[in-house]
C-alpha cells in the first residue's frame, strides 16, 4: 500500500515563489523514484522532475518548460520530495501531482497552484 500526500499549494502573483511538498507512505525504497507531474488545463499531463531514486546519487531531469526555475529535493528518511518552484509564470497553473514508481506508478491527489499575471 502506497499513498502520497501533496501540500503547499495556492495562489501566487507572477514572478513569485512557491515550495511544494508530498509526503509518502507504505513500501517504498531509496531506488524508487520520486518526482512531480503536473497537470495544466487544456494540455497532457507534464513529467516537472523526474527523480530517478538512489543510483549512485539522486537526481532529477526537470521539464524543458521549468529548466532554471524548478528545482526538487528528495529527503529519504522522511519520504518526502519537495519542488521548489522560482520566477512563476501563469502558464505554470495547473495542479501539481508526486508520484512514485514501485513496479506500477502511484500518484497523490494533488495540490492546485494559481500563478496570476
Known amino acids: 500500500q502506497v499513498q502520497l500526500v501533496e501540500s503547499g499549494g495556492g495562489s501566487v502573483q507572477a514572478g513569485g515563489s512557491m515550495t511544494l511538498s508530498c509526503v509518502a507512505s507504505g513500501r517504498i525504497f531509496s531506488t524508487n523514484p520520486l518526482g512531480w507531474y503536473r497537470q495544466v488545463p487544456g494540455k497532457q499531463r507534464e513529467l516537472v522532475a523526474g527523480g530517478n531514486g538512489d543510483n549512485g546519487g539522486i537526481r532529477f531531469e526537470y521539464g524543458e518548460s521549468v529548466k532554471g526555475r524548478f528545482t526538487s529535493s528528495r529527503s529519504n528518511a522522511k519520504n518526502r520530495v519537495d519542488l521548489h518552484m522560482n520566477s512563476l509564470r501563469p502558464e505554470d497553473s495547473g495542479i501539481y501531482y508526486c508520484?512514485?514508481?514501485?513496479?506500477?506508478?502511484?500518484w497523490g491527489q494533488g495540490t492546485q497552484v494559481t500563478v496570476s499575471s
Open positions: 508520484y512514485v514508481h514501485r513496479g506500477m506508478e502511484y
